[in-house]
């Protein structure tokens, strides 16, 4: 026994040596199916929970049907997807002074990211990835690796895209374009619709054999339809294709107070929404006995269920949704709508406001083969 003191002593000291050399980077509000974090320095591997702490020496993995979602020290927000692996290089953030300094690598599979104070107060800031690093000028972007070539999104703020050649490729604010395909040979595809591997929002995860599927309606552009010029100092492609408003169809909603993402993270339990306002409207004119119910499983970060219906001239408007809870926002796909007997489709956008009692959001509903009858409005949802 006595043998055993010293050498029980040491392995605390290393332990504790080990855990004070490391800075804490975030804290999990997200966890779902298999996601791991390996210490880079021990090759020790845990399984994160929602509130377990991230650190600055983590290389964190998602399994398939898996995904996972930080609040990182500065306030920023990562949202990790399914087959994806991201090493945390440094994070460091003094909440004194409120400087500090973030770099992490995208390996394998996609992430999006709201950055935090670090950005907005001017420190650096960067994503290195397969294709290049990205420099951030304070925004809120998506990446995403398919087989060697990496696509970018960038909902709001710009981005700077070094690549291995070292020309610069800058997209978002002020930019004419902000989404891209990087090819593996550092070719750039630039476009000013959003590639449809990110009209794709919702992860096909769940508790059971049903999935959910986003709206895959929006195709990506084919070279060929797409390459009007080849600069090659960029070794750049622009697309041609027409304008459209991609913030009023795809941005997600920033997120400058980090407050609303813990409370969503200490909330335990299911809660069931209803409809306490709206404002809804039919090409077929009046609406009436409108009702929408929204079930939200705060345990699992889920929507199981919900429900919207009402009645216009034309008969019973009825649409069923399910989807996941992504950082402040809902992901929504609405699985079967129908007006009267016909088949219908829809979308649904919502969000949780300051106070996560309440959901607040629009939806859109049309006949299948006669889309000129439709439907949709805003809503208002509470306990």
């Known amino acids: 026994m006595k043998h055993l003191i010293p050498v029980l002593s ?30 880079a320095e021990s090759a020790q591997q845990r399984t994160l929970k929602r509130r377990d702490t991230v650190y600055d020496v983590d ?11 930080f609040s990182m020290s500065d306030g920023g927000l990562i949202a990790l997807k399914e087959n994806s692996e991201l090493n945390i290089a440094n994070y460091e953030f003094n909440t004194t002074t409120q400087q500090g300094s973030a770099s992490i690598e995208l390996i394998k599979g996609g992430l999006r990211s709201i950055s935090g104070v670090i950005k907005k107060n001017g420190g650096a800031y960067s994503v290195k990835t397969p294709v ?8 809120h972007f998506e990446l995403q690796l398919v087989d060697g070539d990496m696509y970018v999104a960038v909902w709001d703020g710009a981005i700077d895209l070094t690549l291995e050649d070292q020309s610069i490729v800058s997209l978002g604010s002020n930019e004419p374009f902000s989404f891209a395909q990087v090819t593996s040979l550092g ?26 599927s986003g709206d895959t309606s929006a195709e990506q552009p084919t070279e060929q339809q797409s390459i009007v010029q080849n600069n ?46 709206f ?22 970060g889920t929507v199981p269920d919900g429900e919207i219906s009402f009645n216009d001239a034309g008969g019973n408007w009825y649409a069923a949704y399910s989807g996941l809870i992504d950082l402040t926002k809902l992901d929504l796909a ?11 489709t829809g979308q649904i956008d919502a969000v949780f406001l300051n106070d996560i009692d309440t ?25």
């Open 10 to 39: 040491t392995l605390l000291c290393v332990s504790f040596f080990s855990q004070a050399s490391t800075t804490v980077a975030g804290k999990t509000i997200l966890a779902r199916g298999a996601v791991l974090a390996t210490d």
């Open 59 to 69: 290389k964190i993995t998602t399994g398939e049907k898996s995904k996972a979602q």
């Open 132 to 139: 290049g690093s990205i420099g951030i000028r304070g925004t």
């Open 187 to 212: 070719r750039v595809i630039k476009t000013t619709q959003a590639p449809a591997v990110f009209t794709q929002t919702i992860a096909s995860i769940s508790d059971d054999t049903n999935t959910i």
């Open 232 to 277: 090659t100092s960029e070794k750049t492609i622009d697309a041609d294709i027409s304008v459209t408003d991609v913030y009023a169809q795809q941005q997600f909603q920033a997120v400058n107070d980090a407050t609303l993402i813990d409370r969503i993270a200490q909330r335990q339990g299911v809660f069931n929404y209803q409809a306490t306002s």
């Open 279 to 300: 404002d809804v409207s039919s090409s077929l004119g009046e609406v009436s006995d409108f009702s929408m119910s929204m079930s939200v499983d705060f345990d699992n």
């Open 334 to 344: 609405v699985t079967f709508a129908s007006h009267n007997n016909n088949k219908a």
């Open 359 to 383: 959901i607040t959001g629009d939806f859109s509903l049309s006949e299948i083969n006669n889309p000129a009858v439709n439907a949709g409005g805003d809503f208002r949802l509470e306990p």
